[in-house]
């Protein structure tokens, strides 16, 4: 069964303060890894697809990574509008035609100023 | 704004009663999924439509079933409602059946008293 781990569940940084978000995750073989950023009580914003181990992608202070069992979200110098839940989410090869995605239960971040 | 519409924004209703969901996928997508988010569950796959087709199956009840209709629209409807069902019901759509990013809505809140 496929699946996927986000740590820490919570995470208070300072305005301008650096870190990481972790996704383990376990699948059968994996067609991509998705991350999206969710606002409470409005729907996941997608963010980033990664295919394959040791592929980056950047979009302003975020940055995602991944190996063959987990990826980072990397944040650079977070401000207080950054502060949202970050899901993770595998799609499986098996999945087939179908392209269902596996949802990790996110780590929520708050940026405080 | 990803272009997904879903409506109602809210939904109140008491237990046993049935009701529809409706969403609208971004112009040319034909894929819709159906996820279910609740506060013990997180984000859960329910149901993949794909042109019409129902293409994939996940964590769906049996009182709950869903359609695509040939403008591409789909609604997914809950029937018997149990207090359990409460939960935060998002569509998503992407581009073609093979296409891998999802887009999600802004959700529909259902409260079951």
């Known amino acids: 069964e496929d699946q996927v781990t986000q740590s820490p569940e919570a995470l208070r940084l300072q305005e301008g303060e650096s870190s990481s978000l972790n996704c383990s995750y376990t699948v059968s073989g994996l067609r991509g890894l998705f991350w999206y950023r969710q606002d409470p009580g409005k729907g996941p914003e997608f963010l980033f697809t990664l295919y394959s181990a040791g592929e980056e992608k950047e979009k302003e202070r975020l940055k995602a990574t991944l190996t063959k069992k987990e990826s980072f979200l990397h944040i650079t110098a977070p401000k207080p509008e950054d502060s949202a839940t970050y899901l993770c989410a595998v799609q499986p090869i098996s999945s087939g035609s179908a392209r269902q995605l596996t949802f990790g239960s996110g780590t929520q971040l708050t940026v405080l100023p | 704004d990803s272009g997904v519409t879903q409506t109602p924004k809210h939904l109140i209703t008491a237990t046993g009663q049935r009701v529809t969901l409706r969403c609208s996928p971004r112009?040319?997508?034909?894929?819709v999924y159906w996820y279910q988010q609740s506060l013990d569950q997180g984000l859960q796959f329910l149901i993949q439509?794909?042109?019409?087709?129902?293409?994939a199956k996940g964590n769906i009840l049996e009182r709950f079933s869903a359609q695509q209709f040939p403008d591409l629209h789909s609604e997914l409807n809950l029937s018997s409602l149990e207090l359990g069902d409460s939960a935060l019901y998002f569509c998503?759509?992407?581009?073609?059946?093979?296409?891998?990013?999802?887009?999600f809505g802004p959700g529909t809140r259902l409260t079951v008293l």
């Open positions: 998503a759509s992407s581009a073609t059946g093979t296409s891998n990013e999802q887009f």
């Open positions: 112009s040319g997508d034909l894929s």
């Open positions: 439509y794909y042109n019409g087709e129902e293409r």
